[in-house]
């Protein structure tokens, strides 16, 4: 399983962005891969942020962004899409997308640890 994160970029406080995680391979089936955003700012660790079920019905939010971030996925693209809005100066850090296999419904999973591929990071920079 390959994950690529894109969409990361310059923003002005108050602004939005949306982070995209294509994934790819011979064995990826999205509906059993739960996904998952994490975050590393300079000198952090990285932190969990969102992460969502292989339906993409369950959902979880980091509370720091709780009401400001939404996950989603387009599973007939093997994409998930992180829209984020009303951003902060604290945003900052590289976004990294993960999943791992499961064949349960309804499972999310918020430790860094339970997943096992990763994409490359996409930095985004809140400024204020």
């Known amino acids: 399983v390959q994950l690529q994160a894109s969409g990361g970029g310059l923003v002005q406080a108050g602004g939005s962005l949306r982070l995209s995680c294509a994934a790819s391979g011979r064995t990826f089936t999205p509906s059993i891969y739960p996904m998952g955003w994490f975050r590393q700012a300079p000198g952090e660790e990285r932190e969990f942020v969102a992460a969502c079920s292989g339906s993409g019905g369950s959902t979880r939010y980091a509370d720091s962004v709780k009401g400001r971030f939404t996950i989603a996925r387009d599973n007939a693209k093997n994409t998930v899409y992180l829209q984020m809005s009303s951003l902060k100066p604290e945003d900052t850090a590289d976004y990294y997308c993960?999943?791992?296999?499961?064949?349960?419904?309804?499972?999310?999973?918020?430790?860094?640890?339970?997943?096992?591929?990763w994409g490359q990071g996409t930095l985004v920079t809140v400024s204020s």
């Open positions: 993960a999943a791992r296999r499961d064949y349960s419904n309804n499972v999310y999973y918020i430790s860094a640890n339970d997943y096992a591929h």
